[in-house]
Structure formats: structure tokens, C-alpha cells
């Protein structure tokens, strides 16, 4: 197999892959974070602040939810059709919630009535819940594994199938550590009273996303030991799980100083390196088989041809500095604290 620089263009592709996804998740995730604690804000010009600090971003976030996406199809077509096949459901339902939570937060300015904005208020926040929710459902599946027969076709039939109690935990962890990372973020944008009510919440995200971490954790290496296997295999490895850890321990000291925009950071880094450990615990594979081991899809048996890989490799290596130029620039424009205007309206 052709390789560039002493890699697999499959495995160059899966490096892709998760890249643009590490980076969906850690901007849209504190958007998602954001829309949890909504309703947690007792003051209608509490809310106005928090949607217009997440208002400027969260639209370009959601474009790296589809160059995901797209990446996704074209250089593993036959993973992206298991996997939609099997998480019909869970997709589906992210699929509305992105709709309403978009329009949530538009026709919430169209009425002046409260019983109007409350609706789209709940709306907005309960649709940002599910979202994080079931990002984490549909990787908890993905590393639990799905039952494949050898066309690596997914041969499940429950329709609720895809809440097993792993999957479940993930979806909370990662609903808990986008909560974290959402408020911290409108630390960075808010001041005042909002400003400090806003660190009571950080203090019981913190908490809640290290005890569902702790819980996942522990029932993954006591229920699924495969996903562990690797790093007994190479004990170097080892040193992820340590990051990860640091990473994570480093927020509630930094939060504890106040310095934020660190605690930024780290909350992204943590997002970043559990996607790591996930990439290791599944390479070569991308779908686990939960019946017969060479049943599961890896990224030999899933991916496009080599001359397609290199002609996306092409695209990506122009394609990339650009995504990556126009969020700089939107974040730049947008940088600091916000501001309601006395006319102003959301």
C-alpha cells in the first residue's frame, strides 16, 4: 500500500477525520454547553446575554459538523453507511434538535409575549441537552460495538437499541463535559451579577462531569475490556490516559484562580485528548463487531480508493487553512465581553 511520509493514506484520512471532529466538538460543544445551563438563567436579560454570547459563533461552528460529515463519506463510504444505518434513530433526533435549536434561537425575538420566549427558551435548551447527549450515545455504541454480519452490514433490530447502559454514560459524560466547557466560555463573555452566578455553576459542572467520568471510566474497564487491550499491549501508550487526567485536574485549579481563559484551554485540550484515546482504543478499527472480531470495519476495509484518498488529501491541504483562517477571524471580531444594548432584542 502507497504510503506519505511512512503513513497509510487510510490512516492519514483517519487522522483527518478526527481532527475536524475534535475540532466540531470543542466549538460547538461549549455552544451546546451554553444552551444547557439556558434555563438555569431566571432573568429574561440573563438569557438575552448568554444567546447573544454564543450568537456571532454558532453558526460557523456547525460547519465543521459537515466537512466532518463529508470527510467522513467520501474516504469511508462504508463505515459512514453502517454507521447510519445503525444509529438511525439517535441521528435523526440530532438531526431535529439542530433544526429547532437553530430556529429556537431566531423566533424567541419575533414576540414580545413571555409564554413566547419561554417556549422557544425551553426549546433552545432542551434541543442543545439532547445534542451533546447524543454525540456521546452514538461514540458510546461505536466502542461498545454493534452486531455485523461479513458485508459489514449492522444486523441489530431493537429500535431502542442504541441506549445500552455504556453508551448512556457516555452521552451524560459528554453532555457534563460540555456544560464545564460551556460555562466556562460565558465566563469569558459575561460580568456583573451574571457574571458570578455563572461560577456557581462552573463549580457544580466541574462536579458533575468528574463523578460521570469517573463512573464511565470505571464500568469501561470493568464491562468492556477490548477498549483497554491496546494500552496493556504497549505500555507507552499509557501516557494519553495520563494527559487526559492532567488536563482534566488542571480545570478545577485553574477556575479556582479565576484565570478562565486557561481554563478555556484545558477544557478544549481535555475534549482533544479523550478523542485521542478513543482513536487509539479503536485503530485500526472505526466499528467494532460485537460478534465476530473480523467482521468489525476498519479503515482498510471501509475506505475510498488510494487515488481518491490522495486527491481529498489535495483538497484538505488547501481547504484546511482556510476553515481554520475564517474561524481565527470570527472569534478575533467577536472577542470580549457582551453587551445588551437598550434597543436591542433577542
Not at 27 to 33: N, Q
Not at 248 to 258: D, F, M
Not at 301 to 316: C, D, E, H, Q
Amino acid at each position: 500500500m502507497e504510503t506519505f511520509l511512512g503513513l497509510d493514506y487510510p490512516t492519514w484520512w483517519f487522522l483527518v477525520v478526527g481532527g475536524l471532529f475534535s475540532g466540531y466538538a470543542i466549538l460547538d460543544g461549549f455552544d451546546f454547553g451554553a444552551g444547557a445551563w439556558h434555563m438555569f438563567f431566571r432573568k429574561n436579560s440573563s438569557r438575552e446575554t448568554a444567546l447573544k454570547a454564543i450568537d456571532p459563533t454558532w453558526h460557523g461552528n456547525e460547519v465543521w459538523l459537515v466537512i466532518g460529515g463529508g470527510t467522513l463519506f467520501a474516504g469511508f463510504p462504508v463505515f459512514y453507511g453502517t454507521l447510519f444505518s445503525a444509529m438511525y434513530t439517535p441521528f435523526i433526533l440530532f438531526l431535529l434538535c439542530i433544526i429547532f435549536r437553530g430556529i429556537s434561537i431566531k423566533f424567541r425575538n419575533m414576540e414580545d409575549m413571555s409564554w413566547w420566549r419561554k417556549m422557544w427558551d425551553w426549546s433552545y435548551s432542551i434541543s442543545s441537552i439532547m445534542l451533546a447527549f447524543l454525540l456521546g450515545v452514538v461514540l458510546g455504541n461505536i466502542l461498545n460495538g454493534m452486531p455485523l454480519d461479513n458485508n459489514y452490514e449492522y444486523t441489530g433490530r431493537g429500535f431502542f437499541e442504541f441506549l445500552n447502559p455504556f453508551s448512556v454514560l457516555v452521552g451524560v459524560t459528554s453532555l457534563a463535559l460540555f456544560m464545564m466547557h460551556g460555562a466556562i466560555y460565558l465566563l469569558l463573555k459575561t460580568e456583573g451579577k451574571l457574571y458570578d452566578r455563572i461560577q456557581s455553576f462552573l463549580k457544580w459542572g466541574m462536579v458533575f462531569f468528574i463523578m460521570s467520568y469517573l463512573i464511565t471510566t470505571v464500568y469501561g474497564l470493568t464491562f468492556l475490556e477490548h477498549l483497554s487491550q491496546v494500552f496493556k499491549d504497549n505500555k507507552a501508550l499509557f501516557i494519553v490516559p495520563l494527559l487526559v487526567f492532567l488536563s482534566i485536574a488542571n480545570v478545577p485549579r485553574l477556575a479556582s484562580k479565576k484565570q478562565y481563559g486557561w481554563a478555556f484551554i484545558f477544557t478544549s485540550l481535555t475534549i482533544a485528548l479523550l478523542l485521542v484515546l478513543v482513536a487509539f482504543e479503536l485503530y485500526p478499527r472505526l466499528l467494532l463487531s460485537s460478534g465476530v472480531e473480523k467482521h468489525s470495519i476498519t479503515i482498510y476495509n471501509a475506505a475510498a480508493s488510494t487515488k481518491t484518498l490522495k486527491i481529498m488529501m489535495g483538497f484538505v491541504a488547501v481547504g484546511g487553512p482556510l476553515v481554520l483562517l475564517y474561524s481565527y477571524f470570527v472569534y478575533r471580531t467577536f472577542w470580549g465581553k457582551v453587551k445588551l444594548d437598550s434597543d436591542e432584542s433577542y
